[in-house]
């Protein structure tokens, strides 16, 4: 079993993540949620004007990865929508 790991350290993340994608695309809608379930620790959801998603997720990948690699800490699945 996994320790489980500080919700306030993970929305820190979080708003880690939403404040870059916001930085790439101002116009992005973000939804993030710190309420991990199993081996997800939290969500970032961004809605994104169509042609902007690969952008944003170039940016965000390698800042959740190496977040992830620093702490073991993840929002897991990033999910880039368009509007």
């Given at each position: 079993?996994?320790?489980p790991?500080?919700?306030?350290?993970?929305?820190?993340?979080?708003?880690?993540?939403?404040?870059?994608?916001?930085?790439?695309?101002?116009?992005?809608?973000?939804?993030?949620?710190a309420?991990?379930?199993?081996?997800?620790?939290?969500?970032?959801?961004?809605?994104?004007?169509?042609?902007?998603?690969?952008?944003?997720?170039?940016?965000?990948r390698?800042?959740?990865?190496?977040?992830?690699?620093?702490?073991?800490?993840l929002?897991?699945?990033?999910?880039?929508?368009?509007?």
């Open positions: 079993m996994r320790k790991k500080s919700r306030r350290r993970i929305e820190q993340h979080l708003k880690k993540l939403a404040d870059l994608a916001k930085r790439v695309c101002p116009e992005a809608e973000i939804v993030t949620d309420n991990g379930v199993e081996e997800v620790d939290g969500w970032l959801i961004a809605i994104v004007p169509e042609g902007k998603e690969e952008e944003v997720r170039r940016v965000l390698p800042v959740r990865e190496a977040i992830l690699e620093r702490e073991g800490t929002a897991q699945p990033l999910h880039l929508r368009t509007r």
